[in-house]
């Protein structure tokens, strides 16, 4: 079955020529129904254009909490590396180019191909200012049993918190929420190891929102805006104690996701910050009176 390419209203071609070439069904994108540009193959095996796939991977990425090993590391993902919903099937996929296919476009219709490429050239010069960023990042805790000290105190858990990010350089801040029953309930993290050392007698379910910089924003559906009005900057999470997970050692989840750079030159405005972090953190280690030292594990 054959079809023939219809004007799309951002559509600029490069020639007549182009408007003349007939399209068969099978090498239309099936998100934007034109010519399949730098076409990307999932791997449930359905095959788009790379922008189609890029765009609908930014709006649908899982952003699902998976349980891993304590062994796991943050590391950062390669954009064909995170999984989304396969706009066709919705199965959870990745994709990569397939380059066999994108020579046989470039062939089997020159002018269409070409008028394409110029298109989307136009529309990358026009939104050039945004950026993706991907990164994984984990919740979760440590634990050990202590013995009970001489006073009969039932504190005999000795736990430690963290959320620990793949890419430190784009958060600004982790604020962490313990149980009200500690004397320093509400604790701002603001450099790395963003983590959190107690003694406790029981379990309980810890909240925190990771900050992102200045600039940037989740592409999560779980965001939030900020007090201070940045869009989609707050990814709120929660964690529940674990105590009995690898032979009462604990556990973590792993998050894959994405943000969004807006902002051009926010590295120069980070360097000016830093030695204020630097002091602020200082204060928040003198201030917190529950903070146990880093020894423990």
């Not at 066709?88 to 219709?109: F, G, H, I, Q, V």
Request: with cysteine.
């Amino acid at each position: 079955m054959k079809r023939k390419t219809t004007r799309q209203p951002r559509s600029r071609p490069s020639s007549r020529m182009a408007e003349t070439e007939t399209i068969e069904h099978d090498d239309l994108c099936a998100i934007c129904h034109c010519l399949m540009l730098r076409p990307v193959t999932t791997t449930c095996n359905h095959t788009l254009c790379a922008e189609c796939m890029k765009v609908w991977s930014d709006i649908s990425i899982t952003d699902q909490r998976q349980i891993v090993g304590l062994e796991d590391v943050p590391t950062t993902c390669l954009p064909s590396e995170m999984e989304s919903r396969c706009p066709m099937c919705r199965t959870l996929t990745t994709a990569s180019p397939d380059r066999t296919r994108e020579a046989a476009l470039r062939r089997k219709y020159k002018h269409s191909y070409a008028a394409r490429e110029l298109e989307a050239q136009i529309v990358s010069d026009e939104h050039n200012a945004d950026t993706i960023e991907t990164l994984t990042l984990y919740i979760g805790n440590t634990h050990h049993l202590v013995k009970a000290d001489q006073s009969g105190s039932k504190n005999t858990h000795n736990w430690k918190f963290f959320v620990r990010p793949s890419r430190t350089d784009l958060i600004e801040e982790v604020q962490v929420f313990l149980h009200p029953t500690f004397r320093n309930p509400r604790v701002i993290l603001q450099l790395p190891p963003y983590e959190i050392h107690r003694l406790g007698w029981g379990f309980f379910t810890i909240y925190a929102n990771v900050i992102l910089k200045a600039g940037y924003r989740w592409m999560s559906s779980e965001a939030e805006d900020t007090a201070d009005g940045q869009r989609q900057g707050k990814l709120p999470l929660e964690w529940t104690l674990d105590f009995n997970s690898n032979a009462g050692r604990g556990s973590q989840g792993r998050w894959r996701l994405k943000v969004k750079k807006e902002k051009q030159g926010q590295e120069v405005e980070d360097a000016v910050q830093r030695e204020s972090v630097l002091r602020m953190w200082r204060q928040q280690r003198e201030r917190d009176p529950d903070y146990v030292g880093h020894e423990s594990s």
